[in-house]
């Protein structure tokens, strides 16, 4: 009987990885993948949905039960918008983190440098914005113009997004596309990424890695993914 461990699957780019995992995860199966961040975990996939979760926060006033995601802090500088890390502790004020009535107050405390009360000014008008179609506009559309009016599509194509990837952005708008409502796109999603997929007792999972990297390891099972006619060795 093979183990998950006794399994690879490997691709000739990391930017396959994300189907991949995809794939997996929706049908419960094990996986690890060495040395990188998992497609759930990666930054840019928490921070596209951090602001569609702030959204529809805004939209059904659920500011309260939504201080403890993480969702303002994750978007509060992303893109960067002049809110650094001195800024950050000085919103906080003292709590552990950012809070919708701490966020608010922000706007207008004199203590505050004025770019960081614009910055949250502006932010704010972002939210709004997207509060108002969060629930009338397909998911993938709402991925969509959370990309471009926050400019993360170009902070990320210009190469400035600190080890973020468009691949895995791509990719999050793709399973997006799979969902009818934004509504049931973030519960799909907050399952997945609190979800523990448990191999066997001692079994690792399945092994993802590119075929650059999987040089002198061996499997009894090994696939090669999106392989076909001449796309070796390039």
């Known amino acids: 009987l093979l183990r998950y461990q006794d399994m690879a699957v490997l691709f000739r780019e990391w930017r396959q990885s994300a189907a991949v995992e995809r794939a997996l995860a929706a049908r ?27 959204a529809r926060a805004m939209r059904h006033c659920r500011s309260a039960e939504e201080d403890e995601s993480g969702a303002l802090e994750a978007v509060i500088n992303v893109p960067p918008r002049g809110i650094g ?82 691949y895995a952005v791509d990719a999050l708008q793709k399973e997006a596309a799979s969902h009818n409502t934004t509504a049931a796109f973030l519960r799909a999603m907050r399952v997945k990424m609190r979800a523990r997929l448990d191999a066997r007792p001692g079994d690792l999972g399945v092994t993802l890695s590119s075929i650059h990297g999987a040089k002198g390891l061996e499997w009894p099972l090994v696939v090669i993914a999106g392989l076909y006619e001449g796309s070796l060795p390039h």
Do not use: I, K
């Open 28 to 54: 419960g199966l094990p996986y690890d993948l060495a040395d990188r961040l998992r497609f759930y975990e990666r930054p840019e996939v928490r921070e596209v949905l951090s602001y569609l979760t702030l």
């Open 85 to 166: 890390p001195n800024s950050l502790h000085r919103l906080r004020g003292g709590q552990p983190f950012l809070t919708w009535g701490l966020f608010f107050a922000g706007m207008v405390r004199p203590d505050l440098r004025e770019q960081v009360r614009q910055s949250c000014r502006d932010l704010f008008e972002l939210l709004a914005g997207f509060s108002h179609e969060v629930d009338d506009v397909p998911p993938e559309r709402m991925v969509q113009e959370v990309l471009e009016r926050t400019g993360y599509r170009s902070w990320l194509e210009e190469d400035f997004g600190a080890g973020r990837s468009m």
